[in-house]
C-alpha cells in the first residue's frame, strides 16, 4: 500500500485501495440492495437529503475488503494495534452538497473516506487548514485519511450523476466493562 502525507500542516494522508475495481462493484451492489430498507439509518438532513446512511455490517460482508484496508491505514498511521471503528455512506445526487462539518463527536482519532462512485464534476472534497484549504478530487479507490477535527465540505455535485462513497471513523477500543 502507498500513503503519502500531502499537508505540512496538518496530517493528511492518502492511499489506492488495492483492486479497487474487484472491492467496489460488488460494495455498491450490496449498497443498492440495502440502502432503502425501513431499518436503515440516516442522519443529518440537509435539502431534503441525508447526508448520512448508516447500514448495519453483517448486511454488508462486500464491505470487509475495504474495511480491512483502511482500518490497517489507519493502524500504521495512528501507530495503533487495536481501533474500533464506525462507517456511513454518503449518496449525493445531482445538485446536493455536503456541509462544513467535522468529526469530533466522541473520541475518534482519525477519520476516512473511499470513493466508490464519483462522475466527473460530482463534487471535490475541500479540507479546510486554518487558511490553507486542501482540495481532494475523487476517483473510485482513493482513500483520503485525516484528523477528525479537520473541517471539511463538499462542492456541489454538478455532474448528472450520484457520487457515493464511505467515511469511517476510528477511536480507541472500548474497555470491557
Not at 467496489?24 to 440492495?33: E, M, Q, S, T, Y
Not at 425501513?38 to 454488508?60: A, S, V, W
Not at 498511521?77 to 445538485?95: A, C, K, S, T, V
Not at 462544513?100 to 473516506?113: C, I, M, N, Q, R
Amino acid at each position: 500500500m502507498s500513503e503519502s502525507r500531502v499537508s505540512a500542516i496538518t496530517p493528511v494522508y492518502f492511499a489506492e485501495l488495492p483492486d479497487a475495481a474487484d472491492t467496489i462493484a460488488p460494495l455498491v451492489a450490496a449498497f443498492d440492495r440495502e440502502k432503502d430498507a425501513e431499518d436503515i439509518k440516516r442522519t443529518h438532513m440537509f435539502d431534503g437529503r441525508f447526508e448520512n446512511i448508516y447500514i448495519p455490517q453483517q448486511r454488508l460482508p462486500e464491505l470487509a475488503p475495504l474495511s480491512r484496508f483502511v482500518l490497517a491505514s489507519a493502524a500504521r498511521i495512528l501507530q495503533r494495534d487495536r481501533l474500533r471503528h464506525g462507517f456511513w455512506f454518503n449518496e449525493m445526487p445531482p445538485g446536493h452538497k455536503t456541509t462544513l462539518h467535522s468529526h469530533e463527536e466522541d473520541d475518534e482519532l482519525l477519520s476516512a473516506v473511499c470513493y466508490l462512485h464519483c462522475p466527473e464534476n460530482s463534487g471535490r472534497l475541500i479540507l479546510h487548514d486554518d487558511e490553507a484549504r486542501i482540495i481532494v478530487d475523487p476517483r473510485p479507490g482513493l482513500v483520503v485519511l485525516f484528523p477528525p477535527d479537520l473541517p471539511h465540505e463538499v462542492e456541489y455535485n454538478a455532474s448528472a450523476g450520484t457520487r457515493l462513497s464511505v467515511a469511517f471513523n476510528f477511536g480507541p477500543p472500548h474497555s470491557a466493562p
